[in-house]
């Protein structure tokens, strides 16, 4: 039995771009004119027809190259480098000048992101604690 994941895996490859560029299913789904369960049928395929494709990688801004093309490796290197206009090779289409170099940092969006999660934990927290302490006030009543 091998663990080995095959390199050519279309729908991961634009399930992990549609990451990349903080995109929900939804969004994508919606772009494409489809629902969201399409949207996860589609990430979850090996191969899907040229034309779907060509939606998908309009959809993303990207080029169908881009998406056939696109390997974690390539990504770590293209993020590493910051002066590297090239994805695996494949000039991203993003509608932008391509010479422009990254304008964040990816852990600072992944910190932010914790950071909202810890603050949505502490308001949920306190909201169920609320709600303790007014269900004591109602048995006290009794």
């Known amino acids: 039995m091998s663990t080995v994941t095959k390199q050519n ?5 634009i399930s992990r771009i549609r990451e990349l560029k903080d995109m929900k299913q939804e969004a994508l789904a919606q772009a494409l ?8 049928a589609i990430e979850n395929s090996e191969t899907i027809e040229d034309e779907r494709l060509e939606e998908v990688a309009k959809a ?35 509608g932008t000048n391509t ?10 969006k992944l ?3 914790v950071e909202e999660n810890k603050k949505l ?10 709600k303790i302490e ?7 009543a009794k």
């Open 9 to 13: 895996h279309i729908g991961r490859k």
């Open 33 to 40: 004119g489809i629902s969201q369960q399409s949207v996860s």
């Open 60 to 94: 993303l801004g990207v080029t169908v190259e881009a998406i056939k093309n696109f390997s974690e490796e390539g990504m770590i290197n293209y993020f590493n480098t910051f002066n590297d206009s090239t994805l695996s090779g494949v000039i991203v289409n993003t």
């Open 99 to 108: 010479n422009s170099n990254c304008t964040f940092n990816p852990l600072d």
């Open 111 to 113: 910190m932010e992101s």
């Open 121 to 130: 934990y502490e308001r949920l927290l306190q909201s169920e604690k609320d």
């Open 134 to 140: 007014y269900l004591e006030k109602l048995l006290q």
